[in-house]
């Protein structure tokens, strides 16, 4: 015996779960995108740091020089 109340039941947790998918799918898509330009971010902080681990070719203006050689006075 099909019971028109469970009937509506169970299609109404059919549509509620249906809904719920698709906003973990926009969520899953806006994370991605996010992920992505992340990844671009760490990429490009690599390669600054890579070039900044790099011996300065400055024309023979004399040797590299330490960071410490920057810090003011009082430090």
């Known amino acids: 015996m099909d019971n028109p109340i469970y009937a509506h039941d169970a299609e109404q947790r059919l ?7 698709t906003f973990t799918e926009d969520l899953l898509e806006q ?6 330009r992340q990844q671009q971010q760490i990429d490009l902080l690599i390669r600054e740091i890579a070039e900044l681990r790099q011996p300065a070719i400055d024309g023979g203006r004399g040797p590299a020089r330490s960071l410490r050689d920057d810090l003011p006075p009082h430090f």
């Open 15 to 21: 549509t509620d779960l249906e809904i719920k998918a």
């Open 31 to 36: 994370l991605d995108k996010v992920i992505i």
